[in-house]
T-cell receptor
Framework: DARVTQTPRHKVTEMGQEVTMRCQPI?????VFWYRQTMMQGLELLAY????????DSGMPKDRFSAEMPDATLATLKIQPSEPRDSAVYFC??????????FGPGTRLLVL | DQQVKQNSPSLSVQEGRISILNCDYT??????FLWYKKYPAEGPTFLIS?????DKNEDGRFTVFLNKSAKHLSLHIVPSQPGDSAVYFC???????????????FGKGTHLIIQP
């Protein structure tokens, strides 16, 4: 049963600390997405990669957020320094075709 | 400016009846539409999708209808079952970059409650 995995599932940190979230996409999927869910904004696209190359990161705050795909089995989203307004659930998703994307369980981040 | 709108934050339906969830969009470039279901503390799960070249797609109890002229789509669930109680998100993509899936724009979701 192929699925997207994310670590950690929960993270509590203090303002100013670095946060790194990891995602393992489904094997064979060529596109990996990062989304963020907040009460106010709902689910919003932050960035995505195709064949490990960044395709669009226009939804991501550039000054503190960075996303990378060191290899085909790992995507990372880093926040440095973190701020309380970054508190949200961060979802990774992967896909191969237009018809669907498969989401991971999310990383629930709380920045104090 | 919300490009995908789900105007009903919640909907209550009796078990066995039809559930109809609605979604409106404003961006004419959208050419693919998807519905996701989400339980608490889990990621969204894909339900059903439709391309803009079609006006209906059916999969078991789930049917999605697309009205391009009205920029409106709806998800019909019949018959509704208790396990259908969840938050349902409408999503859209467009201006395909080609070669794979594209980023989605989501509505804020509708919480569907199926009453026994």
């Amino acid at each position: 049963d192929a699925r997207v995995t994310q670590t950690p599932r929960h993270k509590v940190t203090e303002m100013g600390q670095e946060v790194t979230m990891r995602c393992q996409p489904i094997l064979g999927h060529n596109t990996v997405f990062w989304y963020r869910q907040t009460m106010m904004q709902g689910l919003e696209l932050l960035a995505y990669f195709r064949n490990r190359a960044p395709l669009d990161d226009s939804g991501m705050p550039k000054d503190r957020f960075s996303a990378e795909m060191p290899d085909a089995t790992l995507a990372t989203l880093k926040i440095q320094p973190s701020e309380p307004r970054d508190s949200a659930v961060y979802f990774c998703a992967s896909g191969l075709r237009q018809e669907t994307q498969y989401f991971g369980p999310g990383t629930r981040l709380l920045v104090l | 400016d919300q490009q995908v709108k789900q105007n009903s934050p919640s909907l209550s339906v009796q078990e066995g009846r039809i559930s109809i969830l609605n979604c409106d969009y404003t961006n004419s470039m959208f050419d693919y539409f998807l519905w996701y279901k989400k339980y608490p503390a889990e990621g969204p799960t894909f339900l059903i999708s439709i391309s803009s070249i079609k006006d209906k797609n059916e999969d078991g109890r789930f049917t999605v209808f697309l009205n391009k002229s009205a920029k409106h789509l709806s998800l019909h669930i019949v018959p509704s079952q208790p396990g259908d109680s969840a938050v349902y998100f409408c999503a859209a993509s467009g201006g395909s970059t080609g070669g794979g899936a594209d980023g989605l724009t989501f509505g804020k979701g509708t919480h569907l409650i199926i009453q026994p």
